[in-house]
Antibody
Framework: EVQLVESGGGLVKPGGSLRLSCAASGFTFSSYSMNWVRQAPGKGLEWVSSISSSSNYIYYADSVKGRFTISRDNAKNSLYLQMNSLRAEDTAVYYC????????WGQGTLVTVSS | EIVMTQSPATLSVSPGERATLSCRASQSVSSNLAWYQQKPGQAPRLLIYGASTRATGIPARFSGSGSGTEFTLTISSLQSEDFAVYYCQQYNDWLRGTFGQGTKVEIK
């Protein structure tokens, strides 16, 4: 059974940092591109960042470019999102998501940026 | 960036009726278009990929059509569990997926 389990969310002050993790199981992690998608409270879905299967290609939405860093460890079947210089508008549920047409999603982890 | 525009924002439908949701891309995305359903407090669920292929376990009352820039999701006979928010997403621009703003299907 495919599972994606996010962790690392929480309350952080503006300007602070958080590192999200996603533990993957039930599939060959190293064969898939992976993504972070977020959803602000009461809002729609926003594609945040993607990484190719071998980490050769990376994409960031303009809203997070220069502040967020995506990475993966195929040996540990894990995906990460380092978030720096956090702003109030980064408050959202962050989902770990598999592949281009996302067939599997994690349950999400809530990031709240507030003083 | 490819911009996805969904219409209408809200669709009021009675149970048993047909619902038709639209999605337009700012440039051609070929057939690289997916539809998702999201219920409150849940992660989205993949319904359709490749514009018209139902994902595993998705009932036949859900169908997708279109290519290029114009796409449609049709729910042939709405069931109570279908009232939710629906998003389209293009993945033609590799690693640069973009979502529409969503269509809420509510009970009339």
């Amino acid at each position: 059974e495919v599972q994606l389990v996010e962790s690392g969310g929480g309350l952080v002050k503006p300007g602070g940092s958080l590192r999200l993790s996603c533990a993957a199981s039930g599939f060959t992690f190293s064969s898939y591109s992976m993504n972070w998608v977020r959803q602000a409270p009461g809002k729609g879905l926003e594609w945040v960042s993607s990484i190719s299967s071998s980490s050769n290609y990376i994409y960031y939405a303009d809203s997070v470019k220069g502040r967020f860093t995506i990475s993966r460890d195929n040996a540990k079947n894990s995906l990460y999102l380092q978030m720096n210089s956090l702003r109030a508008e980064d408050t959202a549920v962050y989902y770990c998501a598999r592949d281009d047409a996302v067939d599997y999603w994690g349950q999400g982890t809530l990031v709240t940026v507030s003083s | 960036e490819i911009v996805m525009t969904q219409s209408p924002a809200t669709l009021s439908v009675s149970p048993g009726e047909r619902a038709t949701l639209s999605c337009r891309a700012s440039q051609s995305v070929s057939s690289n278009l997916a539809w998702y359903q999201q219920k409150p407090g849940q992660a989205p669920r993949l319904l359709i990929y490749g514009a018209s292929t139902r994902a595993t376990g998705i009932p036949a009352r859900f169908s997708g059509s279109g290519s290029g820039t114009e796409f449609t999701l049709t729910i042939s006979s709405l069931q109570s569990e279908d009232f939710a928010v629906y998003y389209c997403q293009q993945y033609n621009d590799w690693l640069r997926g973009t979502f529409g703003q969503g269509t809420k299907v509510e009970i009339k």
